[in-house]
């Protein structure tokens, strides 16, 4: 015989973390829009001045607003279906394929980059340096004022916080364009002082290739958490330590995986020669941090097989 029990815990700081994930779906719609303005203005800027650096930077912009604006409706999506029974282990994967799906998007943009530069490269054009300059400034600075929206995120919400990986990784997402931006000032303000108009494509497909790496380190982090990939060995390392803290019960099968950004499920077979039920082993997992969906099997062990554990 053996006992089976399923607890879905909740952290304590539930209605911290809900207001933080309000907080920063404010903070993520304000950057959009302000991500979104600009890029219309680096696009029809890039056109009419001939800066492939400039156009990269306006369209990579575009590709972060677009992935800002995924995250922005995953925060709707999750909020509004938050207490839906649809979804039995809640709407924790909203964001992670909000974040799958834009770096699909954010591929396509990257590959679209990298071909109109190379284009650029071997059929040159005129540019207009210094209207470039200016309209890749003003970039720069929207980047900045993005920046100071979201920047101090996660420092003040108490022992239970959760971070946010969602609005981190769209966080990063205002960095590298920021990165872009400075690449393609640089291109431009060397091509207009040194002569090197090569610069400009090239930065363009600096820009895209950044873009595709971003986008293809995101694609395997969301991918394995929407395919239940494996937690950390980690995780695994501290639910051992914890069950088999007693010398006596022996985890026999482990399964962890994450349900999104930071909640863990977790299907545990335990065997004891002593008398326990699963109770007493979801007490012992309490401090495990994400560790929220918990199901336990326990399992006698057979006296003959004591001696030998």
């Given at each position: 015989?053996?006992?089976?029990?399923?607890?879905?815990?909740?952290?304590?700081?539930?209605?911290?973390?809900?207001?933080?994930?309000?907080?920063n779906?404010?903070?993520?719609?304000?950057?959009?829009?302000?991500?979104?303005?600009?890029?219309?203005?680096?696009?029809?800027?890039g056109?009419?001045?001939?800066?492939?650096?400039?156009?990269?930077?306006?369209?990579h912009?575009?590709?972060?607003?677009?992935?800002?604006?995924?995250?922005?409706?995953?925060?709707?999506?999750?909020?509004?279906?938050?207490?839906?029974?649809?979804?039995s282990?809640?709407?924790?994967?909203?964001?992670?394929?909000?974040?799958?799906?834009?770096?699909?998007?954010?591929?396509?943009?990257?590959?679209?980059?990298?071909?109109?530069?190379?284009?650029r490269?071997?059929?040159?054009?005129?540019?207009?340096?210094?209207?470039?300059?200016?309209?890749?400034?003003?970039?720069l600075?929207?980047?900045?004022?993005?920046?100071?929206?979201?920047?101090?995120?996660g420092?003040?919400?108490?022992?239970?916080?959760?971070?946010?990986?969602?609005?981190?990784?769209?966080?990063?997402?205002?960095?590298?364009?920021?990165m872009?931006?400075?690449?393609?000032?640089?291109?431009?303000?060397?091509?207009?002082?040194?002569?090197?108009?090569?610069?400009?494509?090239v930065?363009?497909?600096?820009?895209?290739?950044?873009?595709?790496?971003?986008?293809?380190?995101?694609?395997?982090?969301?991918?394995r958490?929407l395919?239940?990939?494996?937690?950390?060995?980690?995780?695994?390392?501290?639910?051992?330590?914890?069950?088999?803290?007693?010398?006596?019960?022996?985890?026999?099968?482990?399964?962890?995986?994450?349900?999104?950004?930071?909640?863990?499920?977790?299907?545990?077979?335990?065997?004891?020669?002593?008398?326990?039920?699963?109770?007493?082993?979801?007490?012992?997992?309490?401090?495990?941090?994400?560790?929220?969906?918990?199901?336990?099997?326990?399992?006698?062990?057979?006296?003959?097989?004591?001696?030998?554990?």
């Open positions: 015989m053996h006992d089976i029990d399923h607890q879905q815990a909740t952290c304590s700081h539930t209605h911290g973390i809900q207001a933080e994930e309000h907080g779906e404010n903070k993520t719609f304000r950057v959009v829009i302000l991500t979104l303005g600009t890029m219309l203005i680096e696009v029809a800027a056109y009419l001045t001939g800066s492939m650096a400039l156009l990269a930077d306006g369209w912009m575009g590709t972060h607003a677009f992935a800002l604006g995924i995250t922005w409706l995953a925060y709707i999506l999750a909020r509004k279906h938050a207490h839906s029974r649809i979804f282990f809640g709407t924790g994967k909203f964001g992670i394929l909000a974040g799958y799906t834009s770096a699909l998007f954010l591929c396509v943009a990257a590959v679209s980059m990298l071909y109109q530069s190379v284009e490269l071997l059929f040159p054009v005129t540019i207009a340096f210094n209207e470039a300059i200016a309209v890749a400034v003003l970039g600075i929207v980047n900045a004022a993005s920046i100071a929206i979201m920047h101090g995120h420092h003040d919400h108490g022992h239970c916080h959760q971070h946010d990986h969602s609005f981190r990784a769209a966080y990063l997402h205002v960095i590298a364009d920021a872009t931006s400075v690449l393609a000032i640089a291109a431009l303000l060397t091509g207009k002082y040194l002569g090197w108009a090569f610069l400009d494509p930065m363009g497909m600096v820009g895209g290739l950044l873009i595709l790496r971003w986008a293809w380190i995101l694609i395997g982090q969301t991918g958490i395919l239940d990939g494996r937690a950390p060995d980690e995780i695994y390392g501290q639910i051992r330590m914890a069950l088999e803290s007693d010398n006596d019960s022996r985890v026999i099968d482990l399964r962890v995986w994450y349900l999104g950004s930071h909640d863990l499920a977790a299907m545990i077979a335990v065997e004891s020669g002593e008398a326990r039920i699963p109770g007493d082993y979801r007490q012992r997992l309490e401090n495990i941090h994400g560790l929220h969906h918990i199901t336990v099997e326990v399992h006698p062990r057979d006296r003959d097989n004591q001696s030998a554990v």
